[in-house]
T-cell receptor
């Protein structure tokens, strides 16, 4: 069964600090891994997408890593801002002939305090 | 580009009534649209997949007669919650995917619709 697990479930950090969110998955056959940011009451917004051959990808202060061998990914947020407060969802795609099928993690709820 | 909109953004309805939620791809043709439901502090759960001009495919445990999906055009899909009950209160999110062009094979999410059934 395809699964995506994220840790921690929630996290509180002070503004300006860095943090790292973790994602472990068992999805096969692997197509790609995405990190999304979801503000409360809003739809998910894509931050990064990585395929099997990509180890790291950055989007501003967000840097995602992927270890396809251990099936782990991380999202590192640098110099956090209050606007980073949101849920961060790891989504892994399994390759299907009809189009990729997504498996969602339960998310990490990040709160950035002043 | 790749904007998906939903309408309404929130709706309150009485128990037993039906409510329709629209999902539109604004700048691309979406051959496939997906409907998700999200309960508080939980992740998105896929309800159904709809291909333009075809019947929707529902996930296990989702009642197709209760959640009617229509995908009559390449830019519009609708989800109708029939005979709504308080337990149907949730956040409904759609996503859209094109099979060709610059937005192909990526799912783009709408902003969601908050449904409250009283």
């Amino acid at each position: 069964k395809n699964q995506v697990e994220q840790s921690p479930q929630s996290l509180i950090i002070l503004e300006g600090k860095n943090c790292t969110l973790q994602c472990n998955y068992t999805v096969s056959p692997f197509s790609n891994l995405r990190w999304y940011k979801q503000d409360t009451g809003r739809g998910p917004v894509s931050l990064t997408i990585m395929t099997f051959s990509e180890n790291t990808k950055s989007n501003g202060r967000y840097t995602a890593t992927l270890d396809a061998d251990t099936k782990q990914s991380s999202l590192h947020i640098t110099a956090s801002q209050l606007s980073d407060s949101a849920s961060y969802i790891c989504v892994v795609s399994a390759k299907k002939s009809s189009g990729d099928k997504l498996t969602f993690g339960t998310g990490t709820r990040l709160a950035v305090r002043p | 580009g790749a904007v998906v909109s939903q309408h309404p953004s929130w709706v309150i309805c009485k128990s037993g009534t039906s409510v329709k939620i629209e999902c539109r791809s604004l700048d691309f043709q979406a051959t496939t649209m997906f409907w998700y439901r999200q309960f508080p502090k939980q992740s998105l759960m896929l309800m159904a997949t709809s291909n333009e001009g075809s019947k929707a495919t529902y996930e296990q445990g989702v009642e197709k007669d209760k959640f009617l999906i229509n995908h009559a055009s390449l830019t519009l899909s609708t989800l109708t919650v029939t005979s709504a009950h308080p337990e149907d209160s949730s956040f409904y999110i759609c996503s859209a995917r094109a099979l060709a062009g610059p937005y192909s094979y990526e799912q783009y999410f709408g902003p969601g619709t908050r449904l409250t059934v009283t």
